[in-house]
């Protein structure tokens, strides 16, 4: 099985606040994680990425945290604004690309 | 814009009806996927193509084939269709096949079967 369970469903956050994603994964290979944003009518864009070896990263206001040994990670976006709403998906690389079941995060004003 | 194109961007058909989607890769990406979008399945991957050969399979139906073709467009032919088959369906490319974190989505065609 190569799931990647994901959570919360949906999750609304005020502007500035910092909306956490998480992701739980079973089984390990030599795995990728990136994580996609959606906006509605939209395709899925890579956010930021982060590779097993590494335990944590940061693009702007967007920070993966890796948990090797608890096979989790998750996203943090610092400062969240209101176009940050959208659909999250974290995903693995395995054989194959994989995703989660997707968060939609809502920021109000 | 992703570089990815698909069409047609909207599509409605009757059940038992046949459609053909497209999906023009990225210039220079050799890989093509196609996923399929729905509330209740989320993003599922059907197959993956690479310079013209099958290269994986999802969780693809009998009745939906694929194809890529030397210029590396491709296509996906949907069958015999049915109102669950309605969903948004998503075509990605890549340089490589699977391992890169390269993959760009275009933004899909809807398809509504009624």
């Known amino acids: 099985q190569q799931q990647v369970k994901q959570s919360p469903q949906s999750l609304i956050v005020q502007k500035g606040g910092i909306p956490i994603i998480n992701c739980a994964y079973e089984?390990?290979?030599?795995?990728?994680f990136p994580w996609y944003q959606q906006f509605p009518g939209k395709g899925p864009a890579l956010l930021i990425a982060?590779?097993?070896?590494?335990s944590e990263k940061k693009e702007g206001r967007f920070t993966i945290s890796f948990n090797k040994s608890a096979k989790q990670f998750s996203l943090h976006i610092m400062d969240s604004q209101p176009g940050d709403s959208a659909t999250y998906f974290c995903?693995?690389?395995?054989?194959?690309?994989?995703f989660g079941t997707g968060t939609r995060l809502q920021v109000t004003l | 814009d992703s570089g990815v194109t698909q069409t047609p961007k909207h599509l409605i058909t009757a059940t038992g009806q046949r459609v053909t989607l497209r999906c023009s890769p990225r210039?220079?990406?050799?890989?093509v996927y196609w996923y399929q979008q729905s509330l209740d399945q989320g993003l599922q991957f059907l197959i993956q193509?690479?310079?013209?050969?099958?290269?994986a399979k999802g969780n693809i139906l009998e009745r939906f084939s694929a194809q890529q073709f030397p210029d590396l467009h491709s296509e996906l032919n949907l069958s015999s269709l049915e109102l669950g088959d309605s969903a948004l369906y998503f075509c990605?490319?890549?340089?490589?096949?699977?391992?890169?974190?390269?993959?760009?989505f275009g933004s899909g065609t809807r398809l509504t079967v009624v």
């Open positions: 193509y690479y310079n013209g050969e099958e290269r």
């Open positions: 995903a693995r690389i395995t054989s194959k690309l994989t």
């Open positions: 089984n390990t290979a030599f795995d990728y």
């Open positions: 210039s220079g990406d050799l890989s």
């Open positions: 982060i590779r097993p070896d590494v």
């Open positions: 990605a490319s890549s340089v490589l096949g699977w391992g890169a974190a390269g993959y760009t």
